[in-house]
């Protein structure tokens, strides 16, 4: 399984950004696809998740109502739009994938992208 995430960069307070994880060599209708993110000197942190087949999602307290997950099945493609953002916001973010039979939202994930790095200014 390879999964590609982009769509980082750098955004003034306030405003909204897309990251996008492309995901290949695997049947992602029997995963659960994650985003994490990690800011400097922190430990990672979930985000959001998203099951594959199905369409049911899940997300940590402080992103709901900012943040939405979706994917498009036709191009294999997890989203994470993120409207709102504050500088507490500004982490590398990473797309991670499991096996939807193991339980939880949060953890358990075995691949991971190389992350794609969000920078919030004030």
């Known amino acids: 399984v390879q999964l590609q995430a982009s769509g980082g960069g750098l955004v003034q307070a306030g405003g909204s950004l897309r990251l996008s994880c492309a995901a290949s060599?695997?049947?992602?209708?029997?995963?659960?696809m994650g985003w994490f993110r990690q800011a400097p000197g922190k430990e990672r942190e979930f985000v959001a998740a998203?099951?594959?087949?199905?369409?049911?999602?899940y997300y940590a307290d402080s992103m709901k109502g900012r943040f939405t997950i979706s994917r498009d099945n036709a191009k294999n493609t997890v989203y994470l739009q993120m409207n709102g953002l504050r500088p507490e916001d500004t982490a590398v973010y990473y797309c991670?994938?499991?096996?939807?039979?193991?339980?939880?939202?949060?953890?358990?994930?075995?691949?991971w992208g190389q992350g794609t790095l969000v920078t919030v200014s004030s």
């Open positions: 060599g695997g049947t992602f209708s029997l995963y659960v």
């Open positions: 991670a994938a499991k096996y939807a039979f193991v339980m939880g939202w949060t953890d358990g994930y075995d691949y």
């Open positions: 998203i099951r594959w087949s199905g369409g049911s999602t």
